[in-house]
């Protein structure tokens, strides 16, 4: 299969190699990981690492399932270890060994390792690896193509609009990719085994969750509300077929779960004028639209303008932002995108022409009753010139994601 280049991971594993830290890649399975890793140790080879100097152990592989015992994988890869060199030691999908943080740490008291993680469930960082090592791990979270992303595998750049169009419809992973140019009827095949794997394996084996069409039923009314906010009690009240005495809690244990799997991704509200977070009434947003479009049918499309959302909330965690949906007193707020440097304020729309431009009044109304500096834009589909009204600059959401 042909590697897709995901440079904005690289270039992070690239400027922490060598460095006393351990580096940690989260995200869904199938997003690219064990590739990402892969091209990273061509990278070493190409900078004058030998082969012997690199350890590779991807724990899905049925070759090495003696090593998920963590005291043969620390016996074995402590005789690998290269004298005098540094060792680049690569576990990938480490969450099937058990008790696999006891090993990190012994590798890690050794300045002569420089070690790489890999796990597709969040629980990896909520196990004692978080606590027994505080502050020496980075957490690169890793999501399927972005957009922009996409488009670099494809020779024709032209028809930007039908390509948007194909990238929600044929799924975001990598290897969707490939299966799309030699048949697109195979994408749905595909996806039913992410879908599976990750249902079966992630959330049920590991959570111990034993009702299969309740998980199922939560799992699809979160992909149908994409967008919208809702609660764990809203879910309960909606879905029938649940023990009624103990919906709420097992609501929560499936939600839970599904984010731990990365599966689905929760937005929490932040009131901008309180300046603090809220604790109701979240959003939840698909990790891909193509897993939707396979879960709910071609009558999915229909909600465009939650899919567009959803498209550009990936896309703000992708950049390194932290991201909330806005409240300011009646008004929303499509997204609060925080870092580091800057807040930025963002509505999403399909479009603000039209209706007498009630829609564009719509879109402006709660950024203008933000009173700070902070940058302020519309996103739409929209092709006509990018505009500012007052500052708040509109403009073309396929631009946004293909910018630099």
């Not at 990719?177 to 049920?204: A, H, Q, R, S």
């Amino acid at each position: 299969m042909e590697r897709i280049n995901r440079e904005t991971y690289l270039s992070i594993l690239k400027n922490f190699k060598d460095q006393q830290i351990i580096k940690v890649i989260t995200g869904i399975r199938r997003c690219g990981k064990s590739t990402l890793l892969e091209m990273f140790q061509d990278y070493l080879k190409e900078t004058g690492v030998k082969e012997e100097q690199i350890i590779s152990i991807n724990f899905e592989n049925a070759d090495y399932e003696e090593m998920q015992d963590r005291k043969k994988l620390y016996e074995y890869l402590k005789s690998k270890l290269v004298k005098g060199k540094k060792t680049y030691i690569f576990l990938d999908e480490v969450q099937n060994v058990a008790e696999f943080e006891k090993t990190v740490d012994s590798l890690f008291i050794n300045k002569d390792v420089d070690l790489y993680i890999t796990g597709s469930n969040a629980w990896l960082l909520s196990s004692e690896l978080a606590t027994l090592l505080t502050g020496r791990y980075i957490e690169i979270k890793m999501l399927p193509l972005s957009f922009k992303e996409y488009m670099s595998t494809l020779e024709d750049k032209t028809d930007i609009s039908r390509k948007f169009r194909d990238y929600l419809r044929y799924s975001s992973f990598p290897q969707a990719i490939e299966l799309y140019k030699i048949n697109p009827d195979n994408i749905n095949l595909f996806l039913d085994g992410i879908y599976n794997t990750i249902l079966f394996k992630d959330v049920m084996q590991r959570k111990g969750i034993t009702d299969k069409n309740a998980l199922e039923r939560v799992t699809k009314y979160l992909y149908d509300n994409i967008g919208n906010r809702t609660s764990i009690k809203s879910i309960s009240d909606n879905i029938e077929g649940l023990e009624k005495n103990n919906s709420y809690n097992t609501v929560s244990a499936y939600v839970e779960a599904l984010l731990d799997s990365f599966f689905v991704y929760k937005a929490n509200r932040y009131d901008i004028k309180g300046k603090e977070f809220l604790k109701t009434q979240e959003k939840y947003y698909a990790i891909d639209i193509g897993l939707r479009y396979y879960m709910l049918g071609q009558g999915s499309s229909r909600d465009m303008g939650h899919i567009l959302e959803n498209i550009v909330y990936l896309e703000l965690l992708r950049r390194g932002n932290e991201v909330y949906i806005g409240k300011y007193d009646d008004l929303e707020v499509d997204f609060v995108a925080k870092n580091s440097k800057d807040t930025v304020y963002y509505q999403v729309a399909l479009t603000t022409r039209g209706d007498n431009s009630k829609i564009l009044d719509r879109e402006l109304l709660p950024l203008k009753k933000i009173n700070d500096n902070y940058p302020k834009y519309i996103l739409t589909l929209d092709d006509d010139l990018d505009a500012d009204f007052d500052g708040i600059k509109k403009i073309n959401v396929l631009d946004w994601l293909l910018e630099n």
